[in-house]
């Protein structure tokens, strides 16, 4: 993944090298966003969950799957 700053800002390049991407709601909406890692597993296979936060509720906002255990396919019908 390909990382570059703009102020005090670290800002990636999509898409991810390591990782399919899920994005189930826009980032802009939230005061911040957290990442968990290893959030829920699939036949054995790693999901990480980036929450969007707002005030003090928290929602679903993306789901990552690493590369190394999901294939594209698998990743989509998931």
């Known amino acids: 993944m390909t990382a570059y700053s703009d102020g005090p800002f670290v800002l990636y390049k ?4 390591n990782e399919h991407s899920c994005r189930l709601e826009s980032p802009d909406g939230y005061d911040r966003i957290r990442r968990e ?6 036949d054995g296979k790693r ?17 990552r799957y690493p590369k190394d255990q999901w294939q594209t396919s698998d990743a989509r019908r998931h």
């Open 47 to 63: 999901i990480d969950a980036l929450w969007g936060i707002t005030g003090d509720s928290a929602e679903l906002q993306a789901m």
């Open 14 to 17: 999509m898409p991810f090298a």
């Open 37 to 42: 890692n290893n959030w829920k597993q699939h």
